[in-house]
T-cell receptor, first 112, second 115 residues
């Protein structure tokens, strides 16, 4: 079965607030984690990644946190906008040429 | 920009028909993948390929086959479509080796309905 999963299937956030999307993984040998965003009617798109030797990585309005002690990954989106409405997937790989294992996804709803 | 193109966005087929889903990428990627996406199940890997004429089974290969005759093209074949193969099919590609950042580039998806 999949080793990557998400705590919540849906998340509703007020526009302008920060969003936090969580992910649990079970394979401690995974050395690379990625977040993807999938908008309605489109394929998933890469957002940000983090290596297992890092705890935090920041991008534009997004931050990924990795807690290896509890095997937890989170994606934080600052000042959530309507365009952030999508399904977000976490994914893990053991090395860069292995297949990627995806979590089941969290749908982010933006409330006006 | 990387472009992964899937030949059909929407298909409707009948049970028992043979179905071809085509995928072409224009970035000279070595790796190509086929996933299916179903509500509540996320993305599941069907087959992947690391090079021309090479193929590897993913997590759910039963009922599917693939073909990689050219580097840029990866085809998914349903020899005899069944209703449980109604799904969204996503093709993806990536570099391999030192150029591989782990990022997959996805197509827009092909939504297949089998009646």
């Amino acid at each position: 079965g999949e080793s990557v999963g998400l705590h919540l299937p849906t998340l509703s956030v007020q526009e302008g607030d920060n969003s936090i999307i969580n992910c649990a993984y079970s394979n401690s040998a995974s050395d690379y984690f990625i977040w993807y965003k999938q908008e309605s009617g489109k394929g998933p798109q890469f957002i940000i990644d983090i290596r297992s030797n890092m705890d935090k990585r920041q991008g534009q309005r997004v931050t990924v946190l990795l807690n290896k002690t509890v095997k937890h990954l989170s994606l934080q989106i600052a000042a959530t906008q309507p365009g952030d409405s999508a399904v977000y997937f976490c994914a893990e790989i053991m090395n860069r040429d292995d297949k990627i294992i995806f979590g089941k996804g969290t749908r982010l709803h933006i409330l006006p | 920009d990387v472009k992964v193109t899937q030949s059909s966005r929407y298909l409707v087929k009948r049970t028992g028909e043979k179905v071809f889903l085509e995928c072409v990428q224009d970035m000279d990627h070595e790796n190509m993948f086929w996933y299916r996406q179903d509500p509540g199940l996320g993305l599941r890997l069907i087959y992947f390929s690391y090079d021309v004429k090479m193929k590897e089974k993913g997590d759910i290969p039963e009922g599917y086959s693939v073909s990689r005759e050219k580097k840029e093209r990866f085809s998914l074949i349903l020899e005899s479509a069944s209703t449980n193969q109604t799904s969204m099919y996503l093709c993806a590609s990536s570099f391999s080796g030192s150029k591989n950042t782990g990022e997959l580039f996805f197509g827009e998806g092909s939504r297949l309905t089998v009646l």
